[in-house]
């Protein structure tokens, strides 16, 4: 058997390649490689052949073989040394091998030979995509053509996981209401396969390896990434889908467990790690596959429905959905309507929202940031949490926090490094990017918010204004920017910083409240209008932008016209804000530039909405 | 060698020829990787395994004089190390003479060098194939000879050019440097060198560059020269045991992002932070074996955490009767250190690498992590170190030193293992980048942050006439305007120059600038704030409504894994040599407001909590921003009245700008373009108006640790009479209005702004401009609404001098209404009050009365008791 024994269905058959190269390791081989598979991987549906991680348990999946994983980067480990090239002591059998793309070298090193290379590699602790929303693991695991794998589900093998799979859910599941207070109701069983153990098994050493998920309540494999080139390109918290050789070996496993029960003997200078260190760093490699990266592909959204190539390189898609934009979103529209009891202009500012995107940064200025204020939620029937299920429905990921004062006391948001087993220590902050968050403020209480509480608020006000997270490394503090959707709702005017405030006014009369609520949900949602909503919502984000020099000059006019009338009104910040109300209501349209039309609406609608606020704060006295 | 305890029958091989390492020269080609294995399959032929060769090993016989004048195996290193005085039965055993002790920072320093000397020159692979004098040590081009030839001639001859007074305290700069040290030694007795690698390199490059790519090889050798020239020199002298030499400063100084396979077994210098210090390590370093038959004892060198156990007995030849005795054999000391990647030195966006840091013997607990106990800083340290790259770890479970009693096993030989290496360091030297130390240390650190290039880029930049217009509006472009402002703001950046005149009991004189941001809501205070906390390196953020007092200063708490009380930092401590930057400034509470105080004049925090007194360095400048009281400014109050914070405090802001809305049609035409230029412009455009925020980093950091300037005559000249006007002012009114504080602002201002020109010196113009500012400043903050002049000290008394006038007023009317009275003792308060309103014109309020009534009590004419009035006298 070939070493990099590759195992790949149909065109990738690598292997004779493989083995001419290896007489010669320095012949620039392992970049022909490389090449050889992103070339095959940019063919069409090329990568549809791969298996995933995140769609078929890993013990379906063969060791060495080419898997693809799509994944955050939640911390990156030191660089390691190993040997690139190396001899075996054998004289039979003394050829020399390659050690790359590999964890564990075969029989009898010859640590004399000087042909041995020492090589370096960069280690990614790699997570699935946090708060990936049910449907886009529906989808983009049944949108694999033929199963490369051995793996073909049979129904009764399916069932039999399930009831497995129930007992393990039921405690995760417990642990997680409390927290996000919502019950997630599970598609079928194709999203429970997600689970990394093999059923049973593997259940006990679980619970005590944690595979830290930024977010509570997530399940899928975890992955230990190593990259072999260019590593300075990813940076922490990026998306990806990786393509590379899968590394099992139980090798790896039983080394950890030796080394495990030895070091109890053994003096502490033996093993430079501390025990935490070890579990972290080299987890039992059935719980936490290494992954030998041979070609990353970074995602600009996780998004199945939409083509993986970027917009530009996809007119004929581009132009198809442009076209359709504005009747999808009239649609939407209406619908969101419904949702939000009727309101059309919060529905209008909802659209907004869920499309804005932080698209630039001016020195500490982000730009395109959009987070908004839903105040006046009812607090009946626990009305967020099901428009948080409506909403779910149509983002790829989403994240529900009810900012009780126990989860504000508890949680953790930011992610803390810790040096004992020096990892990062993730948090529920820890997001990829366009990740939609959903802040219940409807759940705060009276109460005192203690230490925790304090920096946890602080960090969400931070991450509203400046759309960043100051990762807590103990001795420093360490700043990420990020780009995150957050929508906070609440009854009155919300205690975190927001860019824009709507009053949701309800068209439903109180006591038909109960009624209407528990039709939303009923309210039949066809799946191919749902695709229409999830794939416009995904495309009118990724849109170009841009602003004529007639229109700024325009604007620039309006703005001093207003500020004549009465400067009190109308401050910088105000402008701010319609300048990003200008750009997605364009977006949202379909358009890629400013128009005049698009610019007063934007003015029309703010200042319906900034009425609205006025005449509700005179209703209502309790307004600060 | 994946077992290391070899079986016997190899054993016994390697006994039974002990003194030909050639024999394996020839077919253990020279690779690097292969030369530090290949050692350990030799190595222990020159050791001590048994008296028998310990005696026949040429140091032996010499061992008696070694007391006086160690001369050892001229060509080899190895036998320099050896321990042979505490070999049992050599009479010198008990004697405190000199031993050699081991340099387990050096790894296996005296296994690894294969020395090809005993072998003629066709055994030399890598020497040129004749005289004796060329050979080298085994896979490098080192010859010992030579080496250690230079290395004398380098301490016998190097007189440092560069050197000055300061840091080479009660040496002579004009003789040779390192014999003054060597001189040190012999009356001190603290058996180490520290060489300079810079300067060997400026003695000798060749030298130099042998040290840095095999300073396993060249240190020991530069010991064992050392050693011979100060024994010569100081023959009575009595050392503890033989001096090491500990090189610092090699050029090769990585990051370490930048560490790569070819750094390995290197000598190199990086920098980071301490994270985490292990406990103290006993590892052993000679192995003690005793015969359960014979009673025969041996000793054997632990090798690479290996220890070689002989499985025959010399004397009885039973196998396997030998034993280890625990307490008989020799440990060290050791500690493992990790550090991390500092934040200055990190590409965005990732996180920080770690690397393992051996210390050995006396650097031991030299560092410690993080520093919480010490918190003015926190500890960086720049190790001077060594690079080895240890074996994959599945070849190392033999435990290295054994101090439980656990028998040896073999550990089962794998037939896979793992391909990673472990790396980690060992340490050689390290030192603090600690700023309290002074003795120019911190110039080499920052001649690591500097390239040429740079620093030429930036004397070009300071060298143009608007640098300071540049600098300015490169700060913060995405803030509109505030010109003014954001020139304060730079020079806040720049900051004073720091005196020190603790000789004469002021102590140190504030070299940092506050300033105050006061004004409307939605002026981009924040932003402005935001944008300086991130430009400087330490720079803190806080919210005055989210900080305690605590949280500002410093608290205690009981350390989770030490059970011990530590003092936890806040934010002005954090940032120290920095600036701290407090939004909200108006929200904060009055308690935790009155710990800036001390903070703000004198620049230390006082602590005393939980039995910890200490005073702590607090050297930051503030920058804080607040809004009126009444959430808008009211023009018709003083600055006093719409921020309402206590003048003590305010007096404390060398500079206090208001941040109003201006509502001018032009403003905000510019304004409106601004910002959608801001949101529309593409990023080159940006690039191309605005100085880059690195270079602008560059430049502040250069200039505050490069230039101080100094006044001239000239600008003291203008400072004086700047203060003169100053006071002038209000005298013409008959008041102080400019105080001596004012004036300290003045001249940090000028400093300042000098050093943003580079200049080493305060000019008029930099005067001028100081002055402006202040101006600029207080005569938007002091403007006194009444009177519309500018008054300064609403700030220093937090009443205009009207205001004050007119209670001087009051209070005469006062005086002569109750003179008018006359001779009445006791008054009603409340009859005085109306009394005193009916008489005058102008409204009289209950506190303007209340103050009157205070100043007459001031002047002992009456007194005031709960609701009667005396007259005193």
Known sequence: ?624 | MSSPTSTPGRKRGRDGNPATPSSEGPTSPPSQRRRGQDSSNGDLMPMPTSPATDMLSPAAPQDTSLFSSPRPHPLSPLMYGTPSSRVEGTPRSSVRGTPARQRPDLGSVRKAPQVDLHSDADGAVASEPNAGQRLVIWGTDVNVGTCKEKFQRFLQRFIDPTATEDENAGLDLNEPLYMQKLEEISVVGDPVLNVNCLQVQSFDAELYRQLICYPQEVIPTFDMAVNELFFERFPDSILEYQIQVRPYNALKTRNMRSLNPEDIDQLITISGMVIRTSQLIPEMQEAFFQCQVCAYSTRVEVDRGRIAEPAVCRHCNNTHSLALVHNRSAFSDKQMIKIQESPEDMPAGQTPHTTIVYAHNDLVDKVQPGDRINITELLLISPRLHFTVQHPNSLSHVPAGIYRAVPMRVSPIQSNVKSVYKTHIDAIHFRKTDEKRLHGLDEDAEQKLFTEDRVQTLKELAAKPDVYERLSSALAPSIYEHEDIKKGILLQLFGGTRKDFSQTGRGNFRAEVNILLCGDPGTSKSQLLQYVFNLVPRGQYTSGKGSSAVGLTAYVMKDPETRQLVLQTGALVLSDNGICCIDEFDKMSDSTRSVLHEVMEQQTLSIAKAGIICQLNARTAVLAAANPVESQWNPKKTTIENIQLPHTLLSRFDLIFLMLDPQDEAYDRRLAHHLVSLYYQSEEQIEEEFLDMAVLRDYIAYARTYINPRLSEEASQALIEAYVDMRKIGSGRGMVSAYPRQLESLIRLAEAHAKVRFSEKVETIDVEEAKRLHREALKQSATDPRTGFVDISILTTGMSATARKRKEEVAQALKKLIQAKGKTPAMKYQQLLDDLRGQSETAITKELFDEALRSLADEDYLTVTGKTVRLLA
């Open chain 1, 1 to 624: 058997v070939d070493t990099s024994d590759m195992y790949i269905n149909g065109p990738l058959q690598v292997n004779t390649d493989h083995a001419a190269s290896q007489s010669n390791p320095k012949s620039g081989w392992e970049a022909k490689v490389v090449e050889f598979f992103k070339d095959r991987l940019k063919e069409k549906d090329a990568h549809t052949w791969v298996p995933s991680l995140n769609d078929v348990p890993l013990h379906y999946l063969k060791p060495n073989s080419l898997v693809k994983f799509r994944c955050l980067i939640q911390d990156m480990f030191d660089p390691e040394f190993f040997m690139g090239a190396y001899e075996t002591v054998d004289p039979s059998t003394n050829v020399l091998r390659c050690g790359r793309y590999k964890d564990v070298t075969e029989c009898g090193v010859d640590f004399n030979s000087r042909n041995t290379v020492t090589a370096e590699r960069q280690t990614f602790y790699c997570v699935p995509i946090p708060g990936e929303n049910p449907w886009v693991k529906e989808i983009s695991s049944s949108s694999r053509v033929v199963p490369s794998t051995s793996y073909a589900p049979t129904r009764q093998k399916r069932s039999y996981e399930e009831d497995d799979m129930d007992d393990m859910d039921t405690q995760p599941q417990k642990q997680r209401e409390p927290h996000s207070g919502h019950t997630e109701q599970h598609g079928n069983g194709d999203c429970k396969r997600q689970e990394t153990e093999a059923p049973s098994s593997q259940t006990a050493s679980a619970s005590h390896l944690d595979l830290n998920f930024p977010l509570p309540g997530e399940k899928g494999p975890s992955c230990l990434v190593k990259v072999y080139e260019d590593w300075d390109s990813f940076k922490l918290n990026d998306t990806l889908e990786v393509f590379g050789i899968l590394s099992v070996s139980p090798a790896l496993s039983a080394l950890a467990d030796e080394k495990d029960a030895s070091s109890s003997i053994l003096d502490p200078t033996e093993s430079m790690e501390t025990a935490e260190e070890q579990r972290v760093h080299s987890p039992p490699a059935s719980l936490v596959p290494r992954l030998h990266m041979l070609y990353a592909r970074p995602l600009p959204h996780n998004n199945p429905l939409l083509p993986s190539a970027t917009l530009e390189d996809n007119s004929a898609f581009l132009s198809s959905t442009l076209s359709e934009m504005a009747s999808v979103r009239a649609e939407l529209l209406t619908y969101l309507t419904h949702v939000l009891l009727g309101d059309a202009l919060a529905a209008e500012y909802l659209i907004l929202h869920l499309i804005s995107n932080v698209y630039a940064r001016r020195d500490v200025l982000p730009l395109g940031k959009f987070a908004m204020n839903l105040s006046g939620c009812p607090a009946a029937a626990l009305y967020t949490q099901r428009f948080y299920q409506i909403i779910q429905q149509l983002v790829p990921s989403s994240f529900y926090l009810g900012m009780s004062l126990q989860n504000m006391n508890q949680m953790r948001l930011v992610p803390k490094k810790d040096y004992v087993a020096n990892r990062l220590v993730s948090g529920a902050l820890q997001l990829a990017r366009n990740t939609f968050l959903f802040l219940d403020e409807t759940h705060l209480e009276q109460g005192q918010l203690d230490t925790t509480g304090v920096r946890n608020v602080t960090a969400l006000g931070n991450l509203i204004s400046w759309q960043k997270v100051d990762y807590d490394f103990n001795y420093h503090q360490m700043e990420f920017p990020c780009n995150i959707n957050v929508l906070i709702a609440s009854e009155g005017r919300s205690l975190l910083p927001s860019d824009c405030q709507i009053h949701l006014q309800s068209q439903v009369s109180p006591p038909n409240m109960e009624e209407y609520l528990s039709n939303i949900q009923l309210h039949p949602q066809t799946s191919s209008q749902l695709n229409k909503f999830r794939i416009y919502l995904s495309v009118a984000r990724q849109l170009d932008y841009s602003i004529s020099d007639e229109m700024t000059k325009s604007v620039e006019d309006d703005f001093v016209d207003m500020r004549k009338d009465d400067p009190q009104s109308v401050s910088a910040e105000d402008l701010h804000r319609m300048l990003v109300v200008a750009r997605l209501l364009s977006l949202s349209l379909g358009q890629t530039s400013l128009t005049r039309d698009s610019w007063l609406r934007a003015k029309h609608i703010d200042m319906l909405r900034r009425s609205r606020m006025e005449q509700h704060q005179c209703v209502n006295g309790n307004e600060p």
